[in-house]
Nanobody, 123 residues
Framework: VQLVESGGGLVQAGGSLRLSCAAS????????MAWFRQAPGKEREFVVG????????DSAASVKGRFSMSRDSAKNMVYLQMNNLKPEDTAVYYC?????????????????WGQGTQVTVSS
C-alpha cells in the first residue's frame, strides 16, 4: 500500500489543522493505521492509532483530548484532526500502516510509511 499525507502547514498556537492520508494499492481495511511524528533531534513517536474496524483508537498522553483520528474505508483515507495546537506539536507527521491485527504504538512494527508532512506551530 502507498501512503501520501497532506494538510500540514504553519498555524498559531491554539489553532487547528486536519491532516489527510490517502492510501492506494490496497484497501486500508486490511491495516491498522496510525500517525507518528518526528521533531528535529528526536525519535519518531506514536501520536494516534486506529484499529482495522475503526472501533478502537489509542493516542499518546501528550495529545489526548486534542487530537483524534478517523478512517474512511470507502475513500481509502485516514485523517488526523488536531485542535488546540501547541508549539511542542511542531514536527513532521507520518501516516503508517501495519498489516498486523492489533493496534500497536511502536514504529518498528509498521510496514508502510508516507513521506511525511510538516506541521509548524508558532507561539
Amino acid at each position: 500500500v502507498q501512503l501520501v499525507e497532506s494538510g500540514g502547514g504553519l498555524v498559531q498556537a491554539g489553532g487547528s489543522l486536519r491532516l489527510s492520508c490517502a492510501a492506494s494499492g490496497r484497501s486500508i481495511s486490511n491495516y491498522v493505521m496510525a500517525w507518528f511524528r518526528q521533531a528535529p533531534g528526536k525519535e519518531r513517536e506514536f501520536v494516534v492509532g486506529i484499529s482495522r474496524s475503526g472501533g478502537v483508537t489509542d493516542s499518546a498522553a501528550s495529545v489526548k483530548g486534542r487530537f483524534s483520528m478517523s478512517r474512511d474505508s470507502a475513500k481509502n483515507m485516514v485523517y488526523l484532526q488536531m485542535n488546540n495546537l501547541k508549539p511542542e506539536d511542531t514536527a513532521v507527521y507520518y501516516c503508517a500502516a501495519d498489516a498486523g491485527t492489533v493496534l500497536r504504538t511502536i514504529a518498528v512494527v509498521y510496514d508502510y510509511w508516507g513521506q511525511g508532512t510538516q506541521v509548524t506551530v508558532s507561539s
